[in-house]
């Protein structure tokens, strides 16, 4: 039995979890995982004359069910064969590969996520699996082949006699088309079939998915990028496992640099997957794809209709989908020929997967790209700590992006303390940021506002008695949707209409809007600037890829001068005539318990900063800020990464915490409040206690209520050579919970909710 090891670092080690098996199967018994969670394959036997191989797509007797699963290899021979249920068939699908199970099986052990649960993801679109249905065309019979002898003695119509001269003409076309091109009936073309004068062939469908054109000239490249493009070229184009990081600044490039790398593995042949944080939004990236490889790539992501995404599955495994781009799951589509993967913004949280199998798909990439031998590309402007602390260590390569492309600089960066700098009662836009608005509107250029909270307010209280509007199912106020009437939760969805008075008090007139959102910035923007053409952009309002590219077409012909925003103005936008932005709250990430709060702030503002100034009119960035000399809004104005990252990590070193230590999460939830504490304190009782680990809690969770659910926590912090996920089984499982707390484990977590 042979065994793939994970790679070193604090992702991987030594750990037995991390081993992967590759089994064969020999015998008339074999183990099937079904994509359920489950902790483990099942034994089954396989019947008398069928033929089965590791990663056969089966159908099984599961209780009284009919079940779908992979074949995993040899039976465990833990159950006595004459118990054993026997496969009812073999689907026709191409096999699920090595590389997919042994992946399937490393985000399990180190997730700590049922097999099944994980399997799952890996066969996300149950009709896939079925044939694709056949496609008929329709063309004249050849009489040289015995065919057609029924024309001398058929009838000839005007509608058979446009048939055949059309399809004299043409090659094969299906019925839709021939009827629309002639005019004639179904009738008619069945009626030349049964004559004989008509064939009717059966094909298989042709891929969705075009090739992409490698002819295309790429466009002009500084020295920078060509040497920054040489040197990924060459990873992909050598054999084995790589991971590289692309740090360049905001506006060096990186697309068009790693574009070169995507082409060298499609010249060889090779699937590429590139993972977006927000793939909804990525209107600009997806036009630069086209213009680059003049077809359309495989999209992957919660807005592609059940259809397509059957049909991408199928051209992924069958390989006739060259290249993926898409969200976090993406990853675990089952490649034919995976030869590169692509992490775009590797540092943004929305990577962080945090229902069901808790993973971050950064990580996993690297893992996914260990496991192929293929080389990882790793691109951000502000790469986590965890990525520097692996370049650091000599796991990583870095390939830097230092300048901007063409004429274009990086912004100015100014700060604006808004305790000497007063804005106006019940507004937010200080008299400093209201002049250099105007200034930029007076020149034709396009601004930009950031505030990193939807709505109108975070909180609406009476002024007579106090209350607050508070979510029913979360521990959480609600946010007021003036836009909409509403209150909303934006953590489990609740909504309630806006009340005209106090339902504790009944006070008339005495409700208040608590802070701003966006739709409140919009506000007084609007009383501001009442000339100019203003658009708000949230997840509330961008409903999906072609809302954003709507958008993203506005901004860019100059048909908005100024765009107001949350965090998903962050991602990579291109808008050469933007020249200024204005962080409203640029405190608002640096409170709290979070451990990456500072880390979260500076990778954010940061790229928010690097929307202006983008094409060749210099950008101006103003932070308004209660706290001018805090270190990351000074690291921000100065423009000084390395200097906050030393610091950063410094003091994580000092506390042991990632990336120089290892944390893990257990969230224990339940319906019945007494249940969930009744069985931390089980928990509790049984944590491991020794040198290199430290067991906080069980305590309540900063969200304690979560959609109905009572929530109470443990944080292990451990040494990095502690084996984490060998230590938490080993606890957990010297521990009984009833069946209606859940334990939820999350290694390496980003949430501290």
């Excluded at 009936?185 to 009717?200: D, F, M, P, Q, T």
């Excluded at 250099?436 to 509107?441: M, S």
């Excluded at 802070?515 to 309002?541: C, H, K, M, W």
């Excluded at 950063?648 to 969930?676: C, D, Y």
Aim: glycine fraction near 8%; proline fraction near 7%.
């Amino acid at each position: 039995m042979s065994a793939a090891k994970a790679i070193s670092g604090n992702l991987f080690g030594d750990d037995p979890a991390f081993q992967v098996t590759t089994r064969q199967v020999t015998g008339e018994t074999i183990s099937v995982l079904p994509p359920l969670p489950l902790a483990g394959p099942y034994d089954y036997l396989v019947p008398e004359g069928l033929s089965v191989q590791p990663g056969d797509f089966v159908e099984i007797p599961l209780g009284r069910q009919t079940q779908r699963g992979v074949v995993w290899g040899k039976a465990r021979g833990d159950v006595d064969p004459a118990k054993l249920r026997e496969i009812y068939g073999v689907l026709q699908a191409p096999p699920m590969a090595d590389v997919t199970r042994k992946f399937v099986d490393w985000v399990s052990a180190y997730t700590m996520a049922p097999q099944g649960a994980v399997l799952r993801m890996a066969m996300s679109v149950a009709d896939a699996l079925e044939p694709p249905k056949p496609i008929f065309r329709f063309t004249l019979a050849d009489p040289a082949e015995g065919e057609g002898d029924g024309e001398s003695s058929l009838r000839m119509t005007p509608p058979r006699k446009r048939v055949m001269a059309f399809l004299r003409d043409n090659p094969p076309m299906e019925q839709a088309d021939i009827m629309r091109e002639t005019g004639a009936g179904a009738s008619v073309i069945k009626g030349l079939v049964e004559a004989g004068v008509v064939r009717r062939l059966m094909v298989t469908p042709p891929s969705p998915f075009d090739d992409p054109d490698l002819d295309i000239a790429r466009p002009h490249l500084s020295d920078a990028q060509e040497r920054a493009a040489d040197m990924l070229c060459a990873k992909v184009a050598g054999d084995g496992f790589s991971v590289t990081l692309l740090d360049g600044v905001t506006g060096s490039g990186k697309t068009e640099v790693y574009f070169e790398a995507i082409r060298t593995a499609l010249e060889a042949g090779r699937q590429v997957v590139v993972l977006l944080p927000e793939i909804a939004l990525s209107a600009q990236w997806l036009q630069r794809f086209r213009d680059r490889f003049g077809v359309e790539p495989a999209l992957w992501h919660s807005e592609v209709g059940q259809a397509r995404r059957r049909d991408t599955w199928r051209a992924v495994a069958d390989g006739s989908a060259k290249l993926v781009v898409g969200a976090r799951s993406a990853l675990f589509l089952p490649y034919a020929n995976l030869g590169l993967i692509v992490v775009d913004e590797e540092h943004e949280h929305a990577f962080k997967q945090e229902d069901g199998v808790i993973y971050h798909a950064r990580d996993m990439a690297v893992a996914r790209a260990h496991l192929g031998g293929i080389p990882a590309i790793l691109a951000s402007a502000t790469p986590s700590l965890e990525t520097l602390a692996n370049v650091e260590a000599g796991r990583y390569e870095r390939v830097e992006l230092s300048e901007r492309h063409g004429m274009a600089v990086l912004p100015s960066v100014e700060i604006v303390d808004i305790r000497q700098d007063r804005p106006e009662r019940q507004r937010w836009i200080t008299p400093t940021l209201k002049r250099r608005l105007a200034e930029t509107f007076a020149a034709g250029e396009q601004a930009m506002l950031f505030l990193n909270r939807r709505g109108y307010a975070p909180l609406t209280l009476c002024r007579a008695c106090g209350h607050r509007f508070q979510c029913p199912n979360c521990t959480a106020w609600l946010v007021e949707h003036r836009a909409w009437g509403k209150l909303q939760c934006h953590h489990c969805g609740y909504q309630a209409k806006a009340p005209d008075s106090c339902p504790a008090c009944g006070a008339e007139e005495k409700l208040a809007a608590c802070g701003p959102g966006v739709e409140r910035l919009y506000e007084e923007a609007v009383e501001t600037f009442p000339q100019i053409r203003i658009e708000v952009a949230t997840s509330d309002n961008i409903a999906g890829p072609k809302a954003a590219a709507e958008l993203v077409n506005r901004v860019h012909n100059h048909e908005v001068d100024l765009l107001i925003g949350t965090q998903i103005l962050a991602k990579g936008y291109h808008f050469p005539m933007l020249t200024f932005v204005g962080v409203v709250d640029a405190d608002l990430g640096l409170a709290g318990g979070d451990l990456r709060a500072a880390e979260r702030s500076y990778q954010l503002m940061t790229q928010v900063a690097g929307r202006a100034g983008r094409g060749e009119r210099p950008g101006t960035v103003l932070l308004q800020t209660a706290d001018p000399s805090n270190r990351v809004i000074k690291a921000i104005a100065a423009g000084d990464r390395d200097a906050f990252n030393e610091v950063e990590l410094s003091q994580r070193m000092t506390h042991g915490m990632p990336p120089h230590g290892r944390l893990a999460a257990l969230i224990i939830s339940g319906k019945k409040e007494n249940e969930v504490d009744e069985a931390a304190w089980r928990i509790g009782r049984a944590a491991p206690r020794g040198d290199g680990i430290v067991v906080l809690g069980p305590a309540p969770a900063p969200l304690s209520l979560l959609r109905g659910r009572y929530r109470r926590r443990f944080l292990i912090r451990a040494d990095k050579q502690v084996r984490l996920q060998a230590m938490i089984h080993d606890w957990l499982s010297k521990v009984k919970t009833p069946g209606s707390v859940r334990v939820q484990i999350d290694i390496d977590p980003y949430s501290f909710m």
